[in-house]
C-alpha cells in the first residue's frame, strides 16, 4: 500500500477493509489464550485506519495484504469459545488491529459478539477499538447495545499535533473518537477512553482529561503503559517521539 505521512485515516480505512474483507469474512493470522483482563480468548486480526508510532503490530498493519487467512464470523466465534472452553476464560477480545473500518468489518464484529453472546450469556467482549470510524459513522452505534459489551476507545493524542504525529493520520480527525465516546454515553453503553500515558507529561495528560469534560464525557481515562519492544521505540525515534 502507498502511504504518504499524513495520510487521510477515512480513505486508508476503505483501502484496508477492501483488503481484509472478503465478503463477511475478515483477515485474522491467531487465536491465542492471553493473560491480559486475568485471561481472555483473544483472536488476532490485521488492518487499520492508524499506522501509530507504538503498535506493537506495525509491520502486520503497514502491509495486511501478505495474509491469507480469511475467516467468516461462525468460524472466529467458535475458535474463540474453544479457546474460552478449555482455558476457562468468561473474556473475548479482537486485538492486533482495529475492529471497525467501515460497515462490513462492523458487521462481521457485530455477529461475532452476537454468536459468542448466544452460546456464552454470561461472558463478556471487550471491544478494543480507536473509536475513529464510530465517530464517523454515529449511526452505526446502537448496534452495539450489548449487555456485556465493555468498549474501550483508545485515543492516541492529547490535541491535533500529537494525534498526527502519533498515528500517522491526518490531525483534522482528532476529534473523531471523542463523538464515538459521547455518543456511546448517550445510549448508556458501557465504554471509557484510555490513553498511552508514558508519552505525556502530567500537564498534558490534565489537559485531555479537561478535553473530555469539555465534551461532557464522563467516564475515566484509563492509562495505559507502553510495551518498549525494540521496533516500537525504533519506530517512535522515526517519527520523532520522545518518552
Ligand atoms: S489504532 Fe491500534 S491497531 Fe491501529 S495502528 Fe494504532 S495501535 Fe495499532
Not at 481472555?40 to 502491509?63: E, H, K, P, Q
Request: charge should be positive; hydrophobic fraction near 40%; aromatic fraction near 12%.
Amino acid at each position: 500500500m502507498n502511504l504518504n505521512f499524513p495520510f487521510d485515516p477515512l480513505k486508508r480505512a476503505a483501502e484496508v477493509e477492501s483488503i481484509v474483507m472478503q465478503g463477511d469474512k475478515r483477515l485474522y493470522y491467531r487465536f491465542r489464550p492471553a493473560p491480559y483482563y486475568g485471561g481472555i480468548a483473544t483472536a488476532d486480526a490485521v488492518g487499520c485506519s492508524f499506522l501509530c508510532a507504538y503498535c506493537w503490530n506495525y509491520n502486520r498493519n503497514l502491509n495486511p495484504a501478505r495474509f491469507r487467512e480469511f475467516y467468516n464470523s461462525q468460524q472466529v466465534s467458535s475458535k474463540l469459545l474453544n479457546i474460552a472452553q478449555r482455558k476457562s476464560f468468561n473474556m473475548f477480545r479482537i486485538s492486533g488491529a482495529e475492529p471497525i473500518l467501515g460497515e462490513n468489518s462492523f458487521n462481521h464484529l457485530i455477529d461475532v459478539v452476537d454468536i459468542i453472546f448466544q452460546s456464552r450469556p454470561c461472558s463478556v467482549f471487550i471491544l478494543e477499538t480507536n473509536g475513529f470510524i464510530l465517530g464517523c459513522r454515529t449511526d452505526l452505534i446502537e448496534k452495539l447495545k450489548f449487555q456485556n459489551l465493555r468498549i474501550r476507545i483508545c485515543l492516541k493524542g492529547v490535541d491535533e499535533q500529537s494525534f498526527e504525529l502519533i498515528t500517522g493520520a491526518q490531525r483534522e480527525f482528532f476529534a473523531y473518537p471523542f463523538k464515538a465516546l459521547k455518543e456511546l454515553e448517550k445510549l448508556g453503553i458501557n465504554a471509557w477512553p484510555a490513553l498511552m500515558g508514558d508519552l505525556f507529561s502530567h500537564d498534558k495528560i490534565l489537559g485531555l482529561k479537561k478535553l473530555l469534560e469539555d465534551y461532557e464525557i464522563n467516564a475515566q481515562l484509563e492509562l495505559e503503559s507502553l510495551e518498549a519492544y525494540p521496533f516500537v521505540l525504533e519506530n517512535m525515534k522515526k517519527r520523532k517521539l520522545n518518552i
